[in-house]
């Protein structure tokens, strides 16, 4: 388990869960432009 503070609220969260994952289930909506939980956590940019 991982421990950490999102906003003054203690968590504990899976290791290999994400932030976005932490903040979730803490009811702590953080902003995302582009998210889906089968897509990669890492942008590539093809050229």
């Known amino acids: ?8 609220i203690q968590l504990a969260v899976e290791e290999g869960a994400t932030l976005l994952d932490a903040t979730k289930a803490a009811g702590v ?3 995302t432009l582009c ?3 089968r897509l990669p956590s890492h942008g590539v940019w093809w050229t």
């Open 29 to 31: 909506h953080v902003p």
């Open 1 to 8: 388990m991982l421990k950490l503070i999102v906003n003054g």
């Open 35 to 37: 998210y889906h939980p």
